[in-house]
């Protein structure tokens, strides 16, 4: 029998009408009621940080900007495929799989679930920038690992090197990928064969055991595999005591975050929208989601607390690797790009091939991301062009396209339609507001913000915290 709407229950709780259906309020000791179907707003909301192209835009240096006065800066996805620089008091830092929030002696940094994790890369890597400068001492105080957090082995490594040469012999194309075993090591999750941090601290002979499974299973698939187990695993059992100090069930860690005191938390975004395994010019894509939804998946945060997203943009465009690159200038252009950009892969070293932005693209990572607003990096870089060209259509055999394409085959074959936008021929690098850059510089940035309808909060005219212009 249904119940009318502000009636009374036959124990005398009240009830009040949402949406139609009754809400059922609970009496509390201290005499107050409250409604427990009434919404709450989020006490802590996740800043988020991405990558608007193929990566490589400058994330680092956004993260590093926002992480300064931040109490938690998160990854959610990726492994040490990733690569950001920061430069912090004239030293350069290089980070791949720690999150370059690290820096903020003041705030905590959390490595999720998302992430896979190769533990010889992680500890090389804070050594390595140990011996650069001070901003990582007592790195290991301030770093908390998810025990879900899935594991990359030295054999997950090697078989992504063979799975290259596999596909360069067969279909003489590989993927370009960056041969860290992310790839494989995402495959043994997805297959569930995968081991996790947590079962790294735990138990070691069961670990052990698991361990030898798995290696087994990838020498069946490919008997040229060299793997010497026994050794992997005293490495594996001396970083089980480094590690076990750093690690917390991730997603009562991140829920006290969310629900507790006040908190500034950022989310650190590794690669880019183009490149996510759902969302990106698949197959030349990373394994991971690296779109806002994986900051859900690869945190254990739910979606309303997910707050301003922020979209990483250079004001060119670049690509590692082999894939469709529709905006690419092969020519002279392409190479004042490369030089001036000094546009080489922080993790492989690779040169990246660059042509002009790609507002197509651009709007496409929005329409999966929602950015709240865009920081535009490297506008420096276009200083001594005469003219500067933006990708604003697409089309194939005349026909436009209404949409980013799925096909790769599709996208190999459009044609650009282009706006060509005045240059300012004069150096922006020591530009410290909005009014001083050259007009031209100004209606380059109106013109980006009026396509994708998406304000730039910042814009980026050199390598150091201070050359990032704050619009608003």
Not at 239 to 267: Q, W
Not at 360 to 381: C, E, P, S, W
Request: net charge negative; aromatic share 8%; proline share 5%.
């Amino acid at each position: 029998m249904a119940m009318a709407a502000d009636s009374t229950m036959p124990n005398g709780q009240e009830t009040a009408s949402l949406n139609g259906e009754p809400a059922f309020k609970r009496p509390r000791e201290n005499g107050q009621v409250e409604s427990l179907r009434t919404p709450k707003e989020p006490r802590n909301k996740v800043t988020v940080v991405l990558g608007a192209q193929w990566g490589d835009e400058g994330k680092g240096k956004v993260v590093d900007l926002l992480a300064m006065d931040a109490d938690l800066v998160c990854r959610c996805q990726g492994g040490n495929n990733a690569g950001h620089t920061v430069v912090v008091d004239s030293v350069e830092y290089d980070f791949h799989l720690l999150p370059s929030g690290v820096l903020n002696k003041k705030a905590v940094s959390f490595i999720g679930n998302g992430v896979v994790i190769h533990l010889p890369g992680l500890f090389e890597e804070a050594e390595k920038n140990l011996q650069k400068g001070k901003g990582l001492e007592g790195w290991e105080e301030r770093l908390k690992i998810s025990d879900r957090a899935h594991i990359v082995f030295n054999f997950h490594q090697a078989v992504d090197g063979i799975q290259e040469q596999q596909r360069q012999l067969q279909a003489g194309k590989n993927l370009g990928t960056t041969k860290k075993g992310i790839g494989p090591a995402y495959s043994s999750k997805a297959a569930r064969n995968g081991l996790r941090v947590c079962d790294l601290v735990s138990d070691f002979t069961v670990f052990e055991e698991k361990f030898r499974v798995l290696a087994e299973h990838f020498l069946t698939m490919y008997p040229n595999l060299n793997v010497d187990i026994d050794n992997e695993l005293q490495q594996l059992k001396e970083y089980a005591e480094r590690l076990r100090p750093l690690v917390t069930d991730g997603v009562y860690f991140m829920h006290k975050a969310l629900t507790g005191p006040s908190k500034k938390i950022l989310v650190e975004g590794a690669n880019a929208a183009l490149l996510d395994i759902d969302f990106g010019t698949y197959p030349f894509v990373t394994s991971s989601n690296c779109t806002v939804g994986g900051v859900c998946t690869g945190l254990g945060v739910p979606p309303s607390y997910v707050g301003r997203v922020y979209g990483v943009v250079k004001a060119y465009t670049t690509r590692v690797g082999v894939g469709a690159f529709p905006t690419e200038q092969d020519n002279e252009v392409g190479n004042l790009l490369q030089s001036r950009g000094r546009e080489f892969g922080v993790t492989t070293d690779r040169q990246r091939r660059c042509g002009w932005l790609d507002l197509i693209l651009v709007r496409y990572a929005h329409m999966v991301n929602g950015f709240t607003a865009i920081a535009l990096t490297k506008l420096d870089i276009l200083d001594t062009l005469s003219e500067i060209k933006v990708g604003v259509a697409y089309s194939v055999d005349d026909e436009p396209l209404p949409s980013f394409p799925a096909n790769m085959d599709v996208l190999t074959r459009v044609s650009v339609k282009y706006e060509t936008l005045p240059g300012w021929c004069c150096s922006t690098e020591d530009v410290r507001c909005f009014e001083e850059l050259p007009p031209q510089a100004q209606s380059y940035i109106r013109f980006i913000e009026d396509f994708l309808q998406v304000p730039v909060k910042w814009v980026g005219v050199g390598k150091s915290r201070e050359s990032m212009i704050k619009l608003f």
